[in-house]
Nanobody
Framework: QVQLVESGGGLVPPGGSLRLSCAASGILFRLYDMDWYRQAPGKQRELVAA???????NYADSVKGRFTISRDNSKNTVYLQMNSLKPEDTAVYYC????????????WGQGTQVTVSS
């Protein structure tokens, strides 16, 4: 079966940092684009950061310059380094895998809670 297992969430004060990890199994990882989404209470789920199978990256305007997405294909893992965290970054963060060329299913992780509070 396909699994996306997330880790690294938690409670952090404003200005702090966290690194989220998402380890994938059951897919040919190098053929998938990997995304991080987040959803805060009462808000729509939004795309935070994306990295293609070839390593190209894109970010939401709200996190650009503060967050960095990366991947390690040898470990089947995608990361989200989050710096200068703000209370408005508080959300459940989800890992998503999409086949770069289509024709296959997409998959979601279970979500991990990030809370930015003093």
């Amino acid at each position: 079966q396909v699994q996306l297992v997330e880790s690294g969430g938690g409670l952090v004060p404003p200005g702090g940092s966290l690194r989220l990890s998402c380890a994938a199994s059951g897919i040919l990882f190098r053929l998938y684009d990997m995304d991080w989404y987040r959803q805060a209470p009462g808000k729509q789920r939004e795309l935070v950061a994306a990295i293609t199978s070839g390593g190209s990256t894109n970010y939401a305007d709200s996190v650009k310059g503060r967050f960095t997405i990366s991947r390690d294909n040898s470990k089947n893992t995608v990361y989200l380094q989050m710096n200068s965290l703000k209370p408005e970054d508080t959300a459940v963060y989800y890992c998503n895998a999409n086949p770069h060329y289509g024709g296959l299913a997409s998959y979601w992780g279970q979500g991990t809670q990030v809370t930015v509070s003093s």
